[in-house]
């Protein structure tokens, strides 16, 4: 250890600002972000006087385009946006926000990804400087709660904790940020399968050979109906369709802390219980090669892999989203289905910005969201 520093009540959420040298860590007791001035060479640390944000704030991240920091407030549900540069309160975003906990940035895109956990309709909201411009929908994925971006691809990465699911945002077809489908995670290959409930999640994107994908991290934890506290080395992302994961066992409830050195290729989980407590794991490109087996997708069903009903092993199965972009956004209230309740809701929002509703993003509630909703009418949203 190099250093502890102190006056920071209920640490939380942490992220780097290069460009000032500040770190900004979240204090969700005091519903308040403390930064602190480091040094070039990384040995001095100066507590810089503590920002007000909204009430129990959670994640934090830093926006190089816009040189904002994010917070994620997670009981106001709302967003509060600060200068980097004079470390003042820029503007506080609402209404697209429920329990929101954590978020990321984009460092090329500058777009920031906020995880909405609560709500009948979970989904991922988009920022753009000061401003919502998406919102997206997981569908029948429930309880999102970490998040990590791949920016070399211009991939989300969405961790659940029910259904137990790794859920991917990406382009398709020259349209950014479309719901591109989930790979689901359990353990043993018996019937029924034991979920694996997923907490936080980072990614090494170079790691492994080219087009797989890079390397995912997720935590999964006893708290959440797991069967061991782990962190899981999944070897291909998305490119990849993912692989079968390597568990590493860590320490109490793995919940709100992970992060990757790129440099280093070093991976730090913390375990909120255990204050003080980081594990860290080493992640290794040449795992990929020859260490896991095929994965067992959907369309494998009907040969499974080897190992036994009671395996430990955790198994994965991908759904891809293969239906057409306009249509993955008409189902307005995310019941599965394009109906009259979709058309009603539409209907009811005319007019306004209402970003639920407005599904060709041209900043307005109008006849062509309309359109889109009655040429979908009784088509299925995708679900498994």
């Known amino acids: 250890m190099i250093q502890t520093i102190g006056g920071i009540t209920a640490a939380n ?43 129990s704030p959670w994640g934090v991240t830093y926006d190089p385009v816009h040189n904002y920091i994010y917070v994620a407030n997670s009981l106001s549900d709302s967003i509060t946006v600060i200068n980097a540069e004079t470390r003042l309160v820029v503007t506080t975003i609402t209404g697209s926000f429920l329990r929101p906990f954590h978020l990321a940035a984009n460092p090329v895109t500058g777009k920031v990804y906020v995880v909405n956990f609560g709500g009948p309709s979970q989904n991922v909201a988009v920022l753009n400087g000061t401003a919502v411009s998406k919102v997206i929908s997981l569908y029948d994925s429930k309880e999102p709660y970490g998040l990590a971006i791949d920016e070399t691809r211009n991939l989300v990465y969405v961790a659940t904790v029910e259904p137990h699911r790794i859920v991917v945002i990406g382009p398709v077809k020259g349209k950014p940020d479309q719901f591109l489908g989930w790979a689901a995670f359990h353990r043993g290959f018996g019937n029924p399968r034991r979920p694996v409930p ?53 320490d109490t409830y793995p919940a709100d802390g992970i992060a990757i050195d790129r440099v280093t290729n070093r991976v730090y989980i913390s375990s909120g219980f255990v204050p003080g407590l980081v594990t860290v794991v080493g992640d290794h ?26 395996s430990d092993q955790i198994g994965v199965e991908i759904w891809e989203n293969k239906e057409d972009v306009t249509q993955a956004t008409s189902d307005v209230n995310g019941d599965g289905v394009v109906n009259i309740l979709d058309l009603a809701l539409v209907a009811s929002r005319f007019g306004t910005s209402d970003l639920t509703a407005d599904l060709n993003a041209d900043g307005q509630v109008d006849i062509l969201d309309l359109v889109i909703v009655a040429n979908n009418y009784n088509q299925q949203e995708p679900v498994n």
């Open 198 to 250: 997923l907490r936080v999640i980072a990614v090494n994107p170079n790691l492994g050979p080219a087009g797989d994908g890079g390397h995912l991290w997720a935590t999964t934890t006893l708290a959440d109906g797991g069967e061991s506290n782990q962190a899981l080395l999944i070897p291909k992302g998305w490119g990849g369709y993912f692989h079968f994961p390597l568990a590493q066992n860590v």
């Open 285 to 310: 490109a040449n795992l990929c090669a020859n260490a896991f087996t095929k994965i067992a997708s959907l369309e494998d069903e009907a040969n499974p892999p080897a190992p036994a009903e009671d």
């Open 13 to 55: 959420g942490i992220t780097h600002d290069p460009l000032h040298n500040v770190l900004w860590v979240t204090n969700h007791s005091t519903d308040q972000v403390t930064p602190i001035q480091v040094n070039a060479d990384g040995t001095a640390f100066a507590v810089l006087p503590a920002i007000v944000v909204g009430d």
